[in-house]
Nanobody, 128 residues
């Protein structure tokens, strides 16, 4: 399994970026895909998660500014980020993992421990 992120860069506050993550070798019919980020000195936090059913989970503070989407034909995961702020500066990682069967449904969890494949990351820097 290989995950390759792209699209990071440096933007000014209020700008936009779209991150992409192309996956290969991951052929499960049910899956969870996600974007996480890490600031040096801090732990990795979930940004947004999407499941093979289309269900999404967002970090509460990012709702309305970030949008996760997936194109199965292109095996590509996206993260559209609008109105970027300096505090969004971080290394962004793409991740893939299995769904969890819970209470009669297949769900994803916004926790990095539930994902077992990771890309190497793409840096996003937002200046004020």
């Amino acid at each position: 399994v290989r995950l390759v992120e792209s699209g990071g860069g440096s933007v000014q506050s209020g700008g936009s970026l779209t991150l992409s993550c192309v996956r290969s070798g991951y052929t499960y019919s049910r899956w969870c895909l996600g974007w996480f980020r890490r600031v040096p000195g801090y732990g990795r936090e979930a940004v947004a998660i999407i499941s093979s059913t289309g269900a999404t989970i967002y970090q509460d503070s990012l709702k309305g500014r970030f949008t996760i989407s997936e194109d199965s034909a292109k095996m590509t995961l996206y993260l559209k980020m609008n109105n970027l702020k300096p505090e969004d500066t971080a290394m962004y990682y793409c991740a893939a993992g299995p769904v969890i069967y819970e209470d009669g449904a297949y769900v994803c969890k916004a926790a990095d421990g539930e994902f077992n494949y990771w890309g190497s990351g793409t840096q996003v820097t937002v200046s004020s």
